[in-house]
């Protein structure tokens, strides 16, 4: 087994310090979190921010031998992204040995059972803590400094018991950056109006909030170190996702979770996530605390976020998630009188009310969900709510969980070891036995980036060197082959197979329905456009392991001749158009089928003239990008232009518009980040091409956010007067694309000529919160070329259009709609019949330009490869001269 080095411990500015303490005498103590931030953790209207706990990790690193920090790598905008390890001075000097044991544990087909009972007897329970994600989650990085220095200078019995059982690896922040910009904010605030006030800005670059929806994606850096350390390096029996939530009801959230779980998890995972949940709670209660719940809010059914994806994984994963105070600043909430009769309670839980903005000195109204219960037995009953109780709730859960993980260290390991041997078991008897990829797909990039993500959170791959068939039909060599029996192989099987989502009606069958948490559907293969093939009877195939990441096949260029051929299907096609447009190269699309060295290309050829030889070359290699050189003959074609593009963006941040911003980066597309000044200051057309406009409402683009507690810089929208400049924007030949429910902005303000067919019908009638549907394309329309006649759909409560009566200035197009046929590939849906026939993208021609409305999530948090040609293909055809 491969022996990783240790990684290389970080040291920032101690040089000084440790010249202060001669070699042979003790070491300098540990100085306290309150001797080193200056103030006590938690303490009223104080913060420390990133830069100085990654210092203090460092200090704790250097001066203690059961603490080893390490840095993992740098956070998107560059800050040290860290875990610190610890456990006893013998365990931190042998930390090789121990990830050894761990991988010994994760794979049952080289380790035999007398050699998993021996690693359970003697090795140590592996706990991954992360914190901090979201980011004015702020409660967590304060307490990481107390907890640190607890464990790292106690001499108690406890202590002792905790470090000799357990390896706690702790990630302070998940998300350094925006944990500094929210200490850096609310110090700008303190003491005037806006100490409340929201952030300008998303707490992560590109993703705010959604950075914990990322973990099958795993687009951002902060994702891709978590799932390393997760499922490469360490292979932790348990995993705890530090949180908080609203501020008006329960005070803390541990497991058990609430329905569904999802059947594809070892119950047993269950079983301990229970235990340890309770763990928590018995903590907190021996503490004497109030307002700890559980069973209700978070459910077992949804893959994405960093304390679910661990289950498939055999992992014992757990979330709490605390009250929050106003970051520093307390909340003062009405006490209920508990005399009163109670009300009966809501089947969704503790759960926030609209979160809307008020005025902080207002106190908040009493809770009203008192009712004391089998998983709320001592339910909050309102008060003030400090920061320094939020460090208290979150310190007390992490040493209830440390106990409970100390106290079944040899459980835990027993069972992961068991768990992963089932799930070899159970595959190996089958069905499924495996998912195939078939080779000679329409992108072999999307296929090998969908490999890459099943590698990289611990799938194996291997590939078939010769043609075999499985289930009666013929594959090719070349097709990737993911079997199932192997230790990951539940997470395989849910990753790649259809969602059933449960339709939960509790606590009878006439009760309103039971939202999910989040999406419903994350079939990988339907989310990036690649066939992913289920195979139900054992199969011979001469396989080989594919090596770490996978890789697409080189591109080159064949062929000569003075046109250059790019295959629109691909969708690094993209990024090599946009180089090849800055070079001012000629890059047209036939607007015909053409026939080139005998085979005939569908309309939509990307034709590029003019070009530099070793710029073709040189992308070719990079994007790996099939290119054919040839002569063409003059074709009707559309000639591209540059676009220049604007991606509107209101003040607070919009995770869509920022899944937006990255995914146009990705793609090499330069953008102008507008603003609403941008938009309020008209003559948009000289300026921009193409604006977008991402999923949100229409209030918040046109009044954007008017509380009292905004900075004046950053209220307000565009107003009336911005509705008018993109009037005229469009007018005098501008595209302006809407993504999802921006539809209806487009249709409320700027007249775009358009109806949504599940308009004011109820949940009961239509309701599909996150699921994969079938639509088909028009791809002879530019918006539709390069695309498949059929693809899947992400659809999160959007909406199915059709034009209205239409007027004689305006022309329409539907580029996309959903068929007269069974359209839920994945996921949800009820009253699928409502959307039949209905428009998904649609064009609307307005004077000389155009609306381009794609109203489902055509680029749904960079996950939806399948339908990213939608996307790029109008802000092209926006941008060029026909
Ligand atoms: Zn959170």
Request: with cysteine; net charge neutral.
């Amino acid at each position: 087994m491969p022996r990783r080095a240790r990684l290389p411990a970080i040291a920032l500015g101690l040089a000084c310090l440790l010249h202060a303490s001669p070699g042979a005498q003790a070491p300098p103590a540990i100085p306290t979190p309150e001797q080193f931030f200056g103030f006590k953790m938690g303490a009223e209207r104080k913060l420390a921010g990133w830069d100085r706990i990654a210092e203090y990790f460092a200090l704790v690193d250097t001066l203690s031998d059961r603490v080893a920090v390490q840095e993992l790598g740098k956070t998107t905008m560059g800050r040290p992204y860290i875990l610190a390890i610890v456990s006893t001075p013998d365990t931190i000097a042998s930390l090789d040995r121990h990830r050894a044991m761990q991988k010994a544990l994760a794979d049952p087909r080289t380790t035999t059972d007398e050699q998993a009972a021996r690693i359970a007897r003697e090795g140590k329970a592996v706990l991954l803590i992360g914190t901090n994600v979201h980011s004015t989650e702020i409660g967590n990085s304060q307490m990481v400094n107390d907890l640190i220095h607890r464990l790292a200078t106690e001499q108690s019995p406890w202590v002792d018991h905790v470090l000799k059982n357990v390896i706690l690896l702790l990630i302070p922040s998940q998300n350094p950056d925006g944990q500094q910009m929210v200490v850096d904010w609310y110090a700008k605030n303190l003491g005037t109006p806006y100490e409340d006030s929201p952030l300008p800005e998303l707490y992560h670059k590109y993703i705010g909030h959604d950075n914990n929806r990322d973990n099958y994606m795993l687009t951002q850096a902060e994702t891709r170190h978590l799932t390393r350390v997760t499922y490469k390096e360490w292979l932790p029996e348990v995993y705890l996702d530090k949180h908080q939530m609203g501020s008006s009801r329960a005070r803390i959230f541990v497991p058990p979770f609430k329905n569904p779980p999802n059947p594809n998890i070892d119950p047993l995972v269950w079983s301990e996530v229970n235990l340890l949940g309770q763990a928590m709670a018995t903590r907190l209660h021996e503490a004497g605390k109030a307002g700890v719940v559980w069973g209700e809010q978070y459910t077992g059914f949804w893959e994405g976020a960093n304390s679910t994806n661990p289950w498939w994984h055999n992992m014992v994963a757990l979330l709490t998630e605390v009250a929050s105070s106003r970051l520093g600043t307390p909340i003062v909430q009405e006490v209920a009188d508990p005399a009163r009769p109670p009300r009966p309670v809501q089947a969704g839980g503790p759960g926030e009310g609209p979160a809307g903005p008020r005025d902080p000195s207002a106190p908040l109204p009493a809770p009203t969900d008192i009712q004391y219960r089998m998983n709320y037995p001592r339910p909050w009953l309102g008060g003030t709510w400090r920061l320094a109780d939020v460090v208290e709730y979150q310190m007390l859960s992490t040493l209830g969980l440390l106990e409970g993980v100390a106290n079944n260290r040899e459980l835990l390991k027993r069972n992961f070891y068991l768990m992963n041997r089932r799930t070899v078991e159970l595959f190996a008897k089958g069905p499924p036995y495996a998912f195939v990829v078939p080779a000679g797909q329409r992108d072999p990039v999307a296929v090998a980036k969908l490999v890459e993500l099943m590698q990289a959170e611990g799938a194996e791959v291997e590939r078939a060197g010769t043609a075999f068939t499985a289930d009666g039909r013929p594959y090719a060599a070349g097709a990737y082959v993911l079997r199932l029996a192997q230790p990951f192989g539940r997470w395989i099987k849910d990753m790649l197979e259809p969602q059933q989502y449960p339709d939960i009606r509790w606590p009878s069958t006439a009760s309103p329905i039971d939202r999910p948490y989040d999406v419903t559907a994350w079939s990988l293969g339907m989310l990036m456009g690649v066939e992913t093939v289920e195979v139900k009877a054992p199969f011979d195939a001469a396989l080989a392991p594919v090596a770490e990441p996978a890789v697409a096949p080189e591109g080159r260029v064949a062929g000569s001749g003075p046109v250059y051929i790019l295959d629109h299907a691909m969708i690094s096609s993209t990024a090599a158009t946009n180089r090849l447009l800055k070079e001012g190269a000629e890059v047209s699309w036939a607007t015909q089928p053409i026939t080139v060295g005998g085979r005939e290309r569908p309309p939509g050829a990307i034709l590029v003239r003019n070009a530099k030889a070793a710029t073709v070359a040189q992308l070719a290699r990079d994007l790996r990008l099939p290119v054919e050189a040839a002569a063409v003959p003059p074709v009707p074609a559309l000639r591209l232009r540059a676009p220049r593009l604007a991606l509107y963006e209101p003040w607070g941040g919009n995770m869509d518009a920022g899944w937006t911003r990255w995914l146009l980066e990705q793609h090499e597309f330069p953008y102008t980040h507008a603003r609403n000044a941008d938009i309020r200051a008209g003559d948009l057309r000289k300026r921009f091409d193409v604006i977008v406009v991402a999923e949100m409402t229409t209030a918040q683009i046109v009044q954007g956010n008017t509380a009292r507690n905004v900075r004046p810089e950053y209220a307000g929208g565009i107003g009336d007067e911005g509705v008018r400049h993109l009037k005229a924007f469009v007018e005098q030949g501008g595209t302006l694309i809407t993504l999802g429910n921006a539809a209806q902005f487009a249709i409320e303000a700027l007249g775009a000529p358009f109806e949504n067919a599940l308009a004011g019908l109820d949940q009961d009638t239509f309701f599909c919160p996150g699921s994969l549907l079938r639509i088909a394309i028009d791809t002879r329309h530019p918006v539709g070329y390069g695309m498949p006649e059929e693809a899947d759909a992400m659809f999160i409560n959007n909406g199915g259009y059709r034009p209205t009566a239409t007027f004689p200035s305006v022309g329409t197009a539907v580029v996309a709609r959903y068929p007269q046929k069974q359209l839920l590939r994945s996921g949800w849906i009820i009253g699928e019949a409502r959307l039949q026939g209905t428009g998904a993208v649609l064009e609307a021609r307005i004077g000389r330009g155009r609306i381009i409305l794609q109203t489902m999530r055509v680029q749904n948090r960079a996950q939806t490869w399948g339908t990213f040609p939608l996307f790029f293909n109008s802000i092209f055809y926006g941008a060029a001269a026909d």
